[in-house]
């Protein structure tokens, strides 16, 4: 029997207790990146987000949380050259993907393409995880998916340049013409924004899974699964459906008002750890009112504005604040993406988290193995099949 949560009911199970879901547990140590929830702060390797935003490159941003610092120019020249060395893909991972149906979800493309790529006979993936395969992991993320999004729609995917940074040749492989700059800034922008966030559902899938031994693309794989949940990365779809649906400001109070008496959530809107507005949302407002249409930044704008109100009014012990998702709809869609892009958009950038905390897991490993509080009976006895 299924229940209306999707979980599967047998009638003589013990009530389980509210789980934790290991809220304020410490799982690891990490140098790589820390949420300070209380004071709606996100640190990279020392640096504030508002440091970094608009002002550092992503690739300047997964240099430095792959190695601990900065670029200087000849560094960052260097990891340039690397990442657009490693952009092309095997032809079997190509096929691969060419095989999915157009209907398939593009993040489980990406995740099929991730583990196609562990799979195929370039072999690159074999060993111990190292900065080489992390950055050939990255450079290889925009194509699997650019790949997927022509692919469904009829077109050839198109062979990536060397010349160009991260999110141009992420649009110009999605689009195949050169991504103009009102388009390719405001994304390298989202993407520094997005590419660690402490110990979050995806990042510790990936440690955990590289805490056995396996190889990267084992552990991004399941990274990009955990992160596909609506829960963690698949909200801000779920956004901009929300605010298509409201249509107008003078709808937004009455949907809102029904979607809470239905028990539903407001996609967008509370955080794990921030109990403060989440700094990412605050630059992304930012973005998103020169990005996009002023009537979409109005709607949004409204939409923010009465949530918080409503989820005060009916939740006042609980601090629910915009959360990282909420902007990411307005400002992805200025720059040409539709929705089912967003969230494979957030593994572009997240990517270079994911890989960063595998190099950090293997640099000091031990298997991650919790335990669990066992609840069921005990001393039971077998009774044949006949008998029951
Ligand atoms: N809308 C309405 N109520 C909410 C919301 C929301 N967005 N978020 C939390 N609440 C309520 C819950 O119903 C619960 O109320 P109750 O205790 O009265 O039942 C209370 O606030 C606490 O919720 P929890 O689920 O315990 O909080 P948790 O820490 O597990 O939730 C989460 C965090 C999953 C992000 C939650 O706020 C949520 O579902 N938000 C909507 C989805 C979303 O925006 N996801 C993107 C997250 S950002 C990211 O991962 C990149």
Same mark, same amino acid.
């Given at each position: 029997m299924t229940g209306s949560n999707g979980s599967t009911a047998v009638s003589d199970q013990p009530a389980l207790p +509210?789980?934790?879901?290991?809220?304020?547990? !410490?799982?690891a140590s990490t140098a790589l990146s820390h949420v300070f929830g209380e004071e709606g702060k996100l640190v990279y390797r020392g640096f504030d987000i508002h440091e970094l935003a608009g002002k550092a490159s992503f690739e300047e941003v997964a240099y430095l949380l792959w190695m601990g610092q900065l670029p200087t120019r000849g560094e960052l020249a260097d990891l340039l050259q690397r990442l657009g060395e490693q952009r092309p893909l095997p032809t079997q991972v190509i096929d691969v993907i060419r095989d999915?149906? $157009?209907? $398939? $979800?593009p993040m489980d493309a990406l995740r099929t393409g991730v583990s196609a790529l562990g799979a195929s006979d370039a072999g690159q993936f074999d060993d111990v995880p190292d900065l080489d395969e992390a950055i050939s992991l990255t450079a290889k993320f925009p194509g699997i998916l650019a790949a997927f999004f022509r692919l469904r729609q009829g077109l050839e995917p198109v062979s990536p340049r060397s010349e160009h940074n991260t999110a141009q040749s992420y649009l110009y492989q999605l689009f195949g013409r050169e991504p103009e700059e009102k388009h390719w800034r405001p994304s390298e922008v989202y993407l520094t924004l997005l590419a660690d966030h402490g110990m979050n559902a995806s990042t510790f899938t990936a440690r955990v899974i590289a805490s056995t031994g396996s190889d990267l693309c084992s552990a991004i794989t399941g990274a990009v699964g955990a992160l596909k949940g609506p829960l963690h990365g698949g909200a801000p779809s779920k956004v901009l459906d929300m605010l298509e649906d409201i249509g107008s400001a003078e709808n937004v109070d009455r949907w809102l008002t029904e979607a809470l008496d239905r028990g539903d959530r407001l996609m967008g809107f509370g955080h794990r !750890?921030? +109990? $403060?507005?989440d700094p990412r949302a605050e630059i992304l407002r930012g973005m998103a009112a020169e990005a996009s249409t002023p009537d979409f930044f109005e709607l949004s704008r409204r939409t923010e504005e009465r949530a918080l109100a409503m989820l005060q009014e009916r939740k006042p012990d609980r601090r629910l604040y915009t959360n990282v998702e909420f902007y990411s709809a307005a400002v992805l869609s200025a720059v040409g993406l539709p929705g089912d892009m967003f969230t494979p958009t957030f593994a572009v950038s997240r990517v270079a988290g994911w890989t960063a905390h595998v190099l950090e897991q293997m640099s000091n490993?031990?298997?991650?193995r919790p335990q669990s509080e066992f609840v069921g009976p005990m001393d039971k006895k077998f009774v044949a099949i006949e008998q029951r």
């Open positions: +509210k789980p934790e879901g290991l809220e304020g547990v !410490v799982a999915l149906p $157009a209907t $398939a $979800a !750890v921030y +109990k $403060a507005e490993n031990r298997l991650i």
